[in-house]
């Protein structure tokens, strides 16, 4: 009888197993057309934060939530993955993707507390559901799993499967994968993880919050300890291993990403662009940018900008730091103002520190958050001593600068000593690029990314000043003019009906030499000169020639003869874009930051720069007027060879290029040598440099745009509060060249001369007993000067039918040169 209802037993149970199998096949085949295809990881790609590299292949920018560092499974060292094979899966080199036993638990724990709170995943099973599924539990999802789990051990190698596994793990911090853990967690890749740390990570995917280092260092401890038993039943690692990783002490704390390079502004930028162009998937898919920016150039762009602004700051004195009295600490609380220094932003060259003691020789004692200790010399804080406008001469004592307990900011010097200095209020940019590519070399949006991220190479619109005059004489020598055409550098007054007001243009310094030639006065940057030339070419005929350069002044109410004096607001960025057709001989390039963009862990190309380059060895495709006839045969060359647009004659580009170095090295001119504006130059000895200064009213910008044949840099310095102005005495040649000047410097050393190159058609003929270059066959039209020594009265008349009233103009006298700034 027994035995009757043991068979009986036995075959019920043979029966609900065979009618599980029979549901489970049916499930099976149900769902089996809404299971993913498992052979598509095989060419997974992860979700990999946007990284962004520079020309020399250092990372100046990351982007993304989650953090990721895919590795091939021979780059996992073995301890990795016995550490996390012992405790996660421990046959996982022997079942079939699924843990029965640990099944049977889960079903068991169903029944008794209805719910799926037992997980029994191995690690093809998380791998499963980390790739394809959500991490809810219930029944369908976990049957899901299992099925996929047996597909994908049909499919996937075991090694396949475990580098999959350990390359997506989550283990918060938005860290995902062992090697983006052992960054953020350690600072380490996971070669040089020690056993103890790896026991700490293999822990982690159990509860990625409660057991990380950083947030809960005791739980993370105790399930060390769990991990390393694991190995040591499991033979992985010997007693000795186990008791020495077992001690070790956990030191972990937030590891930001790696930033090699400082480009903050360059990163952004191109962020900006890409996210543009693709959207968020730059977050996720792998993308790998590399930019046209080295990042040595670009340093040293950082460093000319912070240079260029400490020493203007300087200038302008001292502002009462901050003190520690002020925010209710008391010096002895060493944890109290410890915790505030922390607080202050870190910049890129200067770092805060609290003054301790005052000494008898005028020096100050410091510290640092850290707790190290220095001192800072009366000569490096005596320049502090007019902070309250007191005559800058005057050394007050140091009791008049500083006290203990003042939060300061020093900079360490090249010799070691450390100097005082302050975060400055006013504003630079500085933008250079390869004139013949567009290749944007160096990009610095401000002081540092850090204090502010607003980019102001390419979003800051600001008034030219006189950085606009090289383009209103390039369209004079379109309308007839040449180098050697006189204008009236008198006072003049401008009487317009519609406003029923006079305007009186002014030079500055205020100066007037009676009639010049246009070399001259560019190079003295004479305003009256300059507003003399546009009302004789006409407004609308020098707008229709800045939209050659790029600059659209579309807008009427910019549209006067204020234009010739740079009242139109301009970036940086687009003014060295202009400033680069002079230098590469005409073209028209277009500037670019991305060189090339990758994709995915195969790093498939999907962009890569193919810029219309210049061609200043190629025949004029253009002719040199104002709407220029465009020569089809030679602009159909550029076209097919990928050369960019002429927009100005060879001619055209040389004798504006040839004039601007005169802005540095002076010249010759009828009334015997002058200096320009941008003298401070010559001190870098190179022939082969041009450019511009700019002032604009007040002093509220300072710019400088020069070049040689090869490179085009510009620099602004200024307020981004327009209404505050630089200061007396403050200006173009004075605030933004030496900062061209230090940058330029380090790029151009031991590169070769490269002028502008000056076509067979522009020759040097004798121009009222001076020579100077001229487009042959020109007529000089001499406005404004007359062959005989009687005095000559004109009035001309713009088109907005204002009266240019002129005083006598005589014929030239000879004159002392002088060295001048410009202020417009």
Known sequence: ????????????????????????????????????????????????????????????????????????????????????????????????????????????????????????????????????????????????????????????????????????????HHANGIAAAAYIYFGKTVDE???????????????????????????????????????????????????????????????????????????????????????????????????????????????????????????????????????????????????????????????????????????????????????????????????????????????????????????????????????????????????????????????????????RVELSKRQAGSNIKPFLYSAALAKGFTLGTYVADEKFSIWNKWSNQTWSPKNSPNVYEGPIPLRVALAKSKNVVSVRILNQIGVSNFVKHLKKFGIDVNQKYYQNLSLALGAYEITPLELVTAYSTFANGGYKIEPYLIDKIVVGSNEQVIYEANPAIACPDCEDAVTNTIVPEVIEQQAKYLEDNNYAEQVITHGNAFLISDTLKSVIHGGYGPNGPFNGTGTRARAMNRPDIAGKTGTTNDSRDAWFSGFNANIATTVWVGNDNFSKTLGRGESGAKTALPIWIEFMSYLLKDQPVASVEKPDYVVKNSIYGYPEYMISNTNDINFGSTSSDEPQTYIQQDQYGSDIQSVPVTQPQNTQPSSIEDLF
């Open 1 to 172: 009888m027994i035995f009757i209802w043991l068979r009986r037993i036995i075959w019920f149970f043979l029966f609900i197993i065979s009618l599980c199998m029979a549901a489970g096949c049916f499930y099976y085949y149900h769902v089996k057309s809404t299971l993913p295809d498992v052979s598509q990881l095989k060419e997974v790609s992860y979700e990999t934060p946007l990284q962004i590299y520079s020309a020399d292949n250092l990372l100046i920018g990351e982007f993304g939530t989650d953090r990721r560092i895919p590795l091939e499974f021979e780059q996992i060292p073995q301890q990795v993955k016995d550490a996390f094979i012992a405790i996660e899966d421990r046959n996982f080199y022997n079942h079939i993707g699924i843990d029965p036993k640990g099944i049977l638990r889960a079903v068991k724990v169903l029944f008794e507390k209805r719910t799926m709170s037992q997980g029994a995943s191995t690690i093809t099973q998380q791998v499963a559901r980390n790739f394809f599924l959500s991490p809810e539990k219930n029944i369908t999802r976990k049957l899901k799993e299992i099925f996929i789990s047996i597909h994908m051990e049909q499919e996937l190698t075991k090694d396949e499967i475990l580098t999959l596994y350990l390359n997506k793990i989550p283990f918060s």
């Open 193 to 455: 993880l020690t056993l103890g740390e790896t026991a700490i990570l293999a822990g982690m995917p159990k509860a990625p919050s409660s057991n990380n280092p950083i947030s809960h260092p005791d739980k993370a401890r105790e399930r060390r300890h769990t991990v390393l038993e694991s190995m040591l039943i499991t033979g992985k690692i010997t007693k000795e291993q186990f008791e020495e990783a077992d001690k070790e002490p956990i030191n972990s704390y937030y590891h930001a990403p790696k930033i090699e390079a400082n480009a903050g502004y360059v990163a952004e930028s191109i962020r900006q662009t890409l996210e543009a162009t693709y959207g968020d998937a730059i977050y996720s898919e792998g993308f790998k940018v590399y930019a046209t920016v080295d990042s040595r150039v670009q340093e040293k762009a950082n460093q000319a900008i912070y240079n260029g602004l400490t020493d203007y700051d300087m200038r302008h004195g001292y502002r009462k730091p901050e003190n520690i009295e002020e925010l209710n600490i008391d010096i002895k609380d060493t944890d109290a103002w410890k915790a505030e220094l922390k607080k202050r932003q870190l910049y890129d060259y200067i770092t805060p520190a609290l003054v301790l003691t005052l000494q008898a020789d005028n020096s100050a004692n410091i510290v640092f958050a850290d707790d190290t200790k220095s001192s800072i010399t009366w000569n490096n804080i005596k320049w502090a001593s007019n902070y309250d406008n007191h005559k800058k001469n005057t050394h007050h004592p140091i009791e008049k600068i500083l006290k203990p307990g003042d939060i300061v900011y020093v900079h360490k010097k090249e010799n070691g000593e450390y100097g005082l200095r302050q975060v400055p209020q006013v504003q630079g940019a500085l933008v250079s690029v390869n004139a013949q590519t567009g290749a944007i070399l160096s990009m610095v949006g401000g002081y540092s990314y850090k204090k502010s991220s607003f980019n």
